[in-house]
């Protein structure tokens, strides 16, 4: 038997509320069937399972209440053994080596110690990050001030209660602010930034598109993202994420799109395998990303598995964006504003649309040079469009 | 279909993008961009939702056209007439 905790859908995720389950007592569970409706604090998000089973029994009821991240939901039968690991459904399969849910330590008010530097068994560990609890705040009972499993499972009961819902954006200002805090205070930022020539691209994609009707034209911005996308191939060392001290590469590159949402805030959903995926695909599951995340209408996993996120603020006419990487990721790239500049072609001077890549990543887990090699990439892959 | 069809048909897709739009504060002459805060994604599924509604194609080299409400009836008329 496995309990359905409520999952961490992101580092900013601290609680949420149950709109609907999807399957009844008795019913059937397939790995990767939406088995409930969760809302946070910025979206409504549609919960896959990654276990198979039966759902035993629902012990919360949908409803008003907001409960922390970690509070069971309900109980599955599992098929076959139960799990060793605790099921925490915002963990990831084991065949994929992404971390879907960011430490615990990301997601709580600053300790005083970094909970990587807590004494905790691997168990307590899992545990903590299932249940929503801040290490860091656990009192220790093992030996040696060692963080017990009960340490973890006391700290969870006595966790104060959600406090009532508020305005879903003042929820979501407040998330933000917690997680990009945080980020700033413990990931070390380096930046760097290159102009790009984005001539061959705009007249690539302007003739691609003439003769295609409008529900089938590409968007430049789709580009940007397969260009990062197949540079982080070249530099997987800046695709994955920072844990319990050390970089965890990732094989997928799933790209998270900062979507700004109207009235307020913004939510970074993943496209998955942004590498593998031919434009005109990237292009259909772009626009359809966007269209729900704006909606308020994602999967769990869309909100978990991005590798690296991906911003442009372009198209209100900033130049260039420095911004703050998502934890655990290992670096946010930004795109800027297409604009006019004089441009040196052969030996002439001539006008040239172009665009400002910038790159923000954690120095713990790359240098400059790596960062660099990776936006020469980008550059590399936009020159040659066709390509991509 | 008059002007005013083309006008209200046009205002109804506009509030399908940008579902807190308020008809009585659009400017039909000013930039729907800065009025309504879209990108290029709002855009094209405005765009689209036009070629769904009037059955027109709209080429991306007439995008610029379509940057108000006046130019969106304006543009819609002549294709409609056109075809």
């Not at chain 1, 809302?39 to 399972?49: L, Q, R, Y």
């Not at chain 1, 599955?76 to 990831?92: C, K, L």
């Not at chain 1, 869309?302 to 911004?323: C, I, K, N, P, Y």
Request: aromatic fraction near 4%; charge should be neutral.
């Amino acid at each position: 038997m496995a309990s359905f905790l409520l999952p961490k859908l992101g580092a900013d995720m601290t609680e949420g509320r149950l709109v609907e389950w999807l399957k009844k007592p008795g019913e059937r569970i397939e790995r990767g069937d939406v088995i409930a409706v969760i809302e946070t604090d910025k979206a409504n998000v549609e919960v896959e399972s990654w276990l198979a089973g039966t759902m035993e029994k629902i012990l919360i009821e949908p409803g008003d209440k907001w409960m922390p991240v970690g509070t069971p939901l309900a109980a599955i039968r599992t098929d076959g053994p139960e799990p060793v690991a605790p099921p925490a459904f915002a963990q990831p399969a084991p065949s994929a080596p992404v971390p879907a849910a960011p430490p615990a330590r990301m997601a709580s008010a600053g300790p005083a110690l970094p909970a990587d530097r807590l004494r905790a068994s691997p168990a307590a560990r899992r545990r903590a990050e299932a249940l929503g609890v801040d290490l860091a705040s656990v009192q220790a009972t093992g030996p040696d001030g060692r963080i017990t499993l009960d340490d973890v499972e006391r700290a969870a009961s006595t966790k104060p209660a959600a406090r009532p819902a508020a305005d879903r954006r003042d929820r979501m200002r407040e998330a933000i602010a917690t997680a990009m805090s945080r980020a700033k205070r413990e990931i070390p930022h380096y930046y760097l930034s290159t102009v790009i020539d984005f001539a061959p691209a705009l007249e690539w994609i302007e003739a691609r598109n003439r003769d295609r009707p409008v529900t089938e034209r590409l968007l430049p911005g789709v580009l940007l993202l397969k260009a990062v996308a197949l540079a982080l191939r070249e530099v997987p060392q800046l695709n994955g994420f920072w844990i319990d001290g050390r970089v965890v590469k990732s094989d997928a590159v799933n790209v998270g799109v900062a979507v700004s949402l109207r009235g307020g805030g913004l939510v970074a959903p993943a496209l998955r395998d942004t590498d593998r995926k031919p434009l005109d695909e990237l292009m259909r599951q772009f626009q359809d990303l966007v269209t729900r995340a704006r909606a308020g209408s994602l999967r769990s996993s869309e909100m978990t598995d991005a590798t690296v996120t991906v911003t442009s603020l372009g198209e209100r006419g900033v130049e260039a964006v420095f911004g703050i990487i998502y934890p655990p990721q290992l670096a946010l790239v930004g795109f800027g504003k297409v604009v006019e500049r004089p441009w040196v072609v052969g030996r002439e001077v001539v006008p040239r649309s172009v665009i400002t890549a910038t790159l923000s990543a954690d120095h713990r887990a790359t240098d400059g040079h790596r960062g660099a090699l990776f936006l020469d990439a980008v550059d590399g892959l936009l020159r040659a469009p066709e390509k991509l | 279909m008059t002007s005013d069809d083309i006008r209200g048909k046009v205002v109804e897709i506009l509030g399908q993008v940008v579902p807190e739009l308020d008809p009585r504060e659009l400017r039909a002459d000013a930039a729907l961009r800065d009025q309504l805060d879209i990108d290029s994604m709002d855009f094209l599924n405005f765009a689209i939702g036009l070629h769904k509604a009037f059955g027109v194609e709209i080429p991306e080299a007439d995008y610029r056209q379509l940057g108000t409400l006046d130019g969106c009836v304006a543009y819609l008329a002549a294709r409609i007439k056109a075809a």
